[in-house]
C-alpha cells in the first residue's frame, strides 16, 4: 500500500479533470471551495481544456495527472471530474512516477 502525505488546512491540492469536462463558472466554483477551507491550489495546464464532451485529449488529460505526481510541492491531487473518460488516459500514465510520488488522490 502507498501513502502519500497527510492533508492539513495548508496543504497544496493540484487540481485537474482527467474525463468529461464541465463549465468554467463550475470549475471555479469547485476551486473557490477548495480556497475557502484554506487549501493552496495549483491547476492544471488543461482543466479548461474541452474535446467533445471530455475535459481535452487523453494525452493532455494523462500528462496533467503525471505532473501533478512529479510535482514536489503538490500534496494531493483533486480531479474535479472522473469517470468514463479517464481509462483513456491509462496507456500514458507514468506509473512508475505515480508509484514513488504517493499522494493523496481524490
Known sequence: MLKG???????NLGII???????????????D?????NFKIKTSPHLYDKYGYLAGKDLDRANDLNNMFADDSIDGIICLRGGYGSINTIPYLDIKCIKNNPKFFC
Open 33 to 37: 471551495a477548495f480556497k475557502k477551507l
Open 5 to 11: 502525505k497527510h492533508l492539513n488546512k495548508n496543504s
Open 17 to 31: 479533470a482527467p474525463a468529461s469536462c464541465d463549465e468554467k463558472i463550475i470549475i471555479n466554483n469547485n476551486i
